[in-house]
């Protein structure tokens, strides 16, 4: 039996992106452990964080065209001028939920055959994620909403995340911060949660319950970590059930004029989905009781279906916040009195692309290549294959609409 040949290609959207789904080592892991049944070559890439040279002295071959493999590995969307005719590819295509940037995308794959397996769509059994960047996106969420209210306030600083040498590096410097008395909300209770809860800790700032969040004032930083729980509940007559609120979440409303009162800074991680309830609304940004100065939006869905009105649009890593006027809803420069300032960066673990890469090659490794290289068919593989032979697969039918819509 020959071996299928998978290629870990070099990642050309712009703006352009330096991780990679497979560090040198996981090459190396990969080929002892899988050996028999793969080989593997790494498309050469100026960008990469991981430069070719650590490639090459690991042992492992380097090429400037995978046009020859089976598998086609990489991190972002590929551009459609890219994409090779029949091959399998791994990436995140961001086109489940029907976004209108990438309409172009999902057809070109149709037309050219290929056989798409998106690493958002790739569940265990349980229908849990397997895989994404989610924790780190979270970590550097959290961090560039710090940075952000201290440059808001003046009360602190802090270095941007990408300028660090990695995580450790960005940690070691909050031993020289002194913060003020802040109180800080963090949503969600997923992976993005978990690494903005991480950032948290590692300031060693008090974690506090609800309750006592709303209703105290306190004279040092706390933060209060609001999962769905807390978040939302039935309209009803309250309570909540997981189960429900992902099957209809329209049943649910969001008591969070609270929080508002009470928030400076909001991290917002959340898994999010129309027709959930937004957070709040831009009528309660305008009142004078609205208390939140900052908001980290690592969820980045965009207004107007939103869980945050004020996100209009994803920010860059270069150019990472934009201010929100309240009283216009319109952007504005950030940093000025009476507005909120609004970090939307779409692509957060890319400023810290090592340490977000050695995370997610561990799980390619462990639990999606052997679902990939099984000779029988993978319940997981097959959950994330959005199209395959120049046509959508059962479960993705219903983008038929979005692929025939014109752009």
């Not at 989610?134 to 602190?156: D, L, P």
């Not at 974690?207 to 729980?229: I, M, R, S, T, W």
């Not at 052997?370 to 993705?396: Q, Y």
Request: charged residues 25%; glycine residues 6%; contains cysteine.
């Amino acid at each position: 039996m020959s071996k299928k040949l998978f290629g870990i290609i070099r990642e050309e959207k712009n703006p352009p992106d330096s991780r990679v789904a497979l560090p040198p080592e996981h090459c190396q892991l990969l080929l002892e452990r899988f050996g028999d049944q793969i080989d593997l070559v790494v498309q050469k890439s100026p960008n990469r964080c991981i430069k070719d040279e650590e490639y090459i002295a690991a042992g492992i071959r380097m090429v400037d065209s995978i046009d020859h493999c089976d598998v086609l590995i990489g991190v972002k969307e590929v551009p459609i001028d890219s994409l090779v005719d029949g091959k399998t590819y791994l990436f995140f295509s961001h086109t489940h939920k029907k976004q209108p940037y990438n309409r172009k995308l999902l057809r070109a794959m149709i037309e050219k055959r290929v056989r798409m397996i998106d690493y958002e769509l790739l569940t265990y059994d349980n229908l849990k994620r397997a895989i994404g960047f989610g924790f780190f996106a979270g970590v550097v969420g959290a961090h560039n909403g710090m940075q952000a209210y201290g440059r808001k306030t003046g009360a602190f600083t802090l270095p941007a995340a990408h300028t660090c040498h990695d995580y450790a590096a960005m940690v070691e410097g909050y031993k020289n911060v002194s913060l003020p008395a802040m109180k800080i909300a963090v949503t969600g209770n997923g992976k993005v949660a978990k690494g903005a809860l991480q950032i948290m800790r590692a300031f060693g700032i008090r974690e506090v319950k609800a309750y006592d969040y709303c209703q105290n004032e306190y004279q040092e930083p706390v933060f209060v970590h609001l999962p769905n729980d807390q978040l939302y509940e039935r309209r009803d007559g309250g309570g909540y059930d997981q189960e429900e609120f992902y099957a209809d979440p329209a049943l649910y409303s969001c008591p969070f004029s609270n929080l508002t009162r009470s928030t400076d800074l909001l991290i917002n991680g959340i898994f999010w989905q129309h027709p959930a309830p937004a957070y709040f609304t831009l009528e309660d940004m305008q009142k004078s009781d609205f208390r939140i100065k900052v908001i980290a939006d690592v969820t980045c869905d965009i207004a107007p279906e939103a869980s945050i009105p004020s996100t209009l649009r994803a920010t860059v890593i270069g150019d990472p916040v934009f201010g929100f006027d309240p009283q216009s809803g319109l952007e504005v420069e950030p940093y000025l009195s009476g507005t909120v300032d609004m970090m939307t960066i779409d692509n957060l673990p890319n400023e810290l692309p090592r340490d977000a890469s050695y995370s997610f090659g561990e799980v390619l490794i462990k639990d999606v290549f052997p679902e990939l290289i099984k000779p029988e068919r993978s319940s997981m593989i097959a959950r994330a294959n959005i199209c395959r032979d120049g046509a959508l697969c059962a479960d993705f039918e219903y983008l038929s609409d979005f692929v025939a819509q014109e752009a």
